[in-house]
């Protein structure tokens, strides 16, 4: 009884204290190589790789099957300065264990230092598909693997089959520029194949352009990228009417999560009583800052915006309007308000200009003039945004 006990209190302290729980039950194998990780992963203390070795090795008479403990031999012998023989211990706790995770991660070092990236990205996939949470382990090396065409090209086939991964991928590459442009190819060659790019990945790299001031690519990316349906919602303004179905993407229509307020969108064929539109209902509260936005890429020039738009008892304590605004130092280029009150399909419009500088490109918000959520200023009513275009003017 007293050593079921011990070996029950053994199992329950390996992962936190392996050395009692080894005092307990020395023929625990968790808790040893626990204990063993734990001292080879102390950056305090310089391990004693040979005493370790040899708690290692004596483990083996008591599991020859676990490959953990291959692993872990073959670490010790890595640090050691014997890789030969390290990379066979690898090789076989693979042979007992497919996705060994410390063999795997070895297995990957090295296939990446020989140049042979296929056989890396292969056993990245295998990696990144039974532990997911590891991909920090192996973002840094993505860069160098893709900028090698080989690399690329066995990167390009995993995402195309679906790999779990692509999503962290694309995550990781928007933090350099040349993290951009690599991602940015990746997303063009994945257009109109099985496994076309997806509005998240778009947006993170599409974002990721504009964070770092890289305008034009941004926009080229948003634009090689649409499905031929999408292409026909396009212009100045993408998505004029406020068709459902789309959106997210910067250079499409991106809902703001915002309190006091509901906005839906609904098709502009079929509408019951000319509907359709992006509906906002307010809901008798305050509400502050921006509701809807998409990101315009006007050149320089004189243009006219419009809007037709109906309301019911809409009650605006202060303004409700569109804004557009220069990404750059020229600031708000054009604002045009939204009257109060019951209306059905009221032309709104308002001329403005984009200047030959300070202005590369701009974002296009309604939003309210509201500074503070105060109570004294609550917005009800219901207002029906049929059309919003911009059209250039003749110089």
């Known amino acids: 009884m007293l050593a079921a006990s011990s070996i029950g209190l053994s199992r329950f302290l390996e992962t936190e204290t392996p050395a009692v729980s080894l005092a307990l039950d020395p023929f625990n194998v968790d808790a040893l190589i626990a204990e063993i990780t734990g001292d080879l992963n102390d950056t305090s203390n310089a391990p004693d790789l040979d005493a370790l070795l040899a708690k290692a090795r004596g483990a083996l008479a008591f599991d020859l099957g676990d490959a953990r403990l291959y692993s872990l031999i073959g670490e010790i012998k890595y640090r050691q300065g014997e890789k030969d023989e390290a990379y066979q211990l690898f090789d076989q706790a693979r042979k007992l264990s497919k996705t060994e995770i410390h063999a795997l991660q070895r297995s990957i070092s090295r296939a990446i230092e020989s140049g042979d990236l296929s056989k890396a990205v292969g056993e990245i996939d295998i990696l990144l598909r039974r532990w997911p949470d ?104 993408f998505n004029s009417t406020f068709e459902p179905g789309s959106g997210g993407k910067p250079f499409d229509w991106q809902v703001r999560d915002q309190s006091g307020l509901e906005i839906a969108f609904a098709p502009s064929q079929n509408a019951v009583e000319g509907e359709g539109g992006a509906t906002v209902r307010f809901l008798n509260t305050p509400v502050k800052n921006t509701a809807l936005q998409q990101y315009v890429a006007l050149p320089p020039g004189s243009y006219k915006i419009s809007l037709v738009a109906s309301a019911r008892n809409l009650k605006l304590p202060k303004e409700l309007f569109w804004s557009i605004r220069c990404l ?68």
Request: with cysteine; glycine share 10%.
């Open 134 to 237: 590891q991909f920090s382990a192996i973002a840094e090396g993505m860069p160098k693997i893709l900028s090698n065409p080989e690399g690329f090209q066995a990167v390009l086939t995993a995402i195309r089959s679906e790999a779990p991964w692509r999503g962290g991928l694309f995550r990781a590459l928007n933090k350099t520029p040349e993290g951009l442009d690599i991602a940015n190819q990746l997303l063009l060659d994945l257009t109109g194949s099985r496994a076309p790019p997806t509005s998240s990945e778009l947006t993170t790299v599409i974002a990721g352009y504009i964070v770092q001031g890289e305008y034009e690519p941004a926009y080229r990316l948003f634009l090689f990228t649409l499905t031929d349906q999408e292409r026909k919602l396009g212009g100045y303004i």
């Open 328 to 395: 750059g130092p020229a600031g708000e280029i054009a604002r045009f308000n939204i009257p109060e009150g019951t209306f059905n399909r009221q032309n709104l419009s308002q001329d403005f200009s984009v200047g030959p500088a300070g202005c590369p490109m701009q974002l296009l918000t309604l939003q309210t003039a509201a500074i503070a959520e105060s109570w004294r200023f609550r917005y009800v009513g219901t207002l029906v945004m049929h059309k919003l275009s911009i059209e250039r003017l003749a110089s």
